[in-house]
């Protein structure tokens, strides 16, 4: 499989609960992207890696989330004390520099349902 | 701030017509401008896109028109398919920054009628 890969791909959880969520990148991709994708809106940015490295953070990232990406391969985003407000799909995406570094490779994405 | 607004919400076009979707900008520093295509459970794909050095760009039954000045730009879907139902999204980013983040208007629902 060359494409990236997320899991789970649906959540239910009940609000105060942690949950986490991984992303297996295309393998040879050094950037990786989370998303955010509510019901009738586009994908919103939540975070990008290089490599292991965490450059930026959008403000929609409240300090409840975290997201990792040890040694530069996957990476999982945590979202703690689950609210109602935080139910989307969280979309994770890759790319590559190089020639092709504009093309942004979506997963399916993870559906959280907060009860 | 909605930095790209797209539009319509929704449009249904009969099987063999043209389907056209609209966005508006305002981010002069956007210099690429795709377009996605989302199934239902899937997550966005990469339909075409353009930089604003060209006016057209066009793939198979999919044309970009892309007007500078007045930072628009719109998808065309010639001899629709009922196979084309799907939602779109434009997107831009700046590739002057440091993290080639898009950003994406809120997307619009085409259904092909057979």
Known sequence: ?115 | QQQVKQSPQSLIVQKGGISIINCAYENTAFDYFPWYQQFPGKGPALLIAIRPDVSEKKEGRFTISFNKSAKQFSLHIMDSQPGDSATYFCAARNSGGSNYKLTFGKGTLLTVNP
């Open chain 1, 1 to 115: 499989d060359t494409g990236v890969s997320q899991d789970p791909r649906h959540k239910i959880t009940k609000r105060g609960q942690n949950v986490t969520f991984r992303c297996d990148p295309i393998s040879e991709h050094n950037r990786l992207y989370w998303y955010r994708q509510t019901l009738g809106q586009g994908p919103e940015f939540l975070t990008y890696f290089q490599n292991e490295a965490q450059l930026e953070k959008s403000r929609l990232l409240s300090d409840r989330f975290s997201a990792e990406r040890p040694k530069g391969s996957f990476s999982t985003l945590e979202i703690q004390r689950t609210e109602q407000g935080d139910s989307a799909m969280y979309l994770c995406a890759s790319s590559s520099t190089g020639a092709t570094n504009e093309k942004l490779f979506f997963g399916s994405g993870t559906q959280l349902s907060v009860l």
